[in-house]
């Protein structure tokens, strides 16, 4: 009885947060595949985007079938892309702040901001474990088929993140629903809980810590 009301209080000041929240910063680029896409235009002297931190960046150049050198010095992270978003390379912002970049020789800058959103909502291991036993939720595993046949939460679904924006037509019946997304730390379930929130899905609860808090809190898992 005293789980299921500190569960009730907690989701109650959550809904009162959600009331007062602000709008969310315009975020650059678009969602393809579970990938942020940056478009770089020839006419900017200085590169500018705002992406949400754990997402997955690409970069769509103005022509293709090029060899061109993108270079995170703070990431320590250079890679060659073709300008063709399916086919290259991506960047993980990890951390919010701001980080510098060069792409052909031109300078940029992408500010990484922690993604706020009133019907998303970040929870922890032992809140979740309290979750599924109260409320029974669909539960989204977002990692790798090798990941999840490696150990998942009793009853999850699997979908990779790469795949959730093709195949949310298999989540329909959950849209109105209370969903938790989890990954192996909290990076990738972000990004999906973000393309369910853009697809109009109102109660995501992404598991901050992944799998990794899960299992460092003792909690059981399948295979």
Known sequence: MKTKL???IILLSLSIMACFAKPSATVSGKLLSGYRVLAVQ????????????GDYIK??????????????????????????????PYF?????????????????????????????????ATEARNFIQDREPFILDVRSAREYAGGHLQDATLIPVQNIQNRLHELSDYKEKDIIVYCRSGNRSTVASKILVDA??????????????WSKAGYPTQK
């Open 92 to 124: 993980k912002m990890k951390a919010s702040g701001n980080f510098q970049f060069i792409i052909d020789g031109k300078p940029g800058i992408i500010k990484v901001l922690d993604y706020v959103e009133s019907s998303y909502t970040e929870i922890s």
């Open 200 to 213: 109009g899905y109102k109660r995501i609860y992404n598991l901050r810590s992944g799998m990794n808090g």
């Open 42 to 53: 020839d006419n900017e002297e200085k590169l500018t985007y705002t992406v949400y931190r």
């Open 59 to 88: 970069f769509q150049l103005p022509s293709q079938d090029q060899n061109i050198d993108v270079i995170f010095p703070s990431l320590e992270k250079s890679e060659s892309i073709t300008g063709i978003p399916e086919n290259d």
């Open 6 to 8: 500190q569960l009730f």
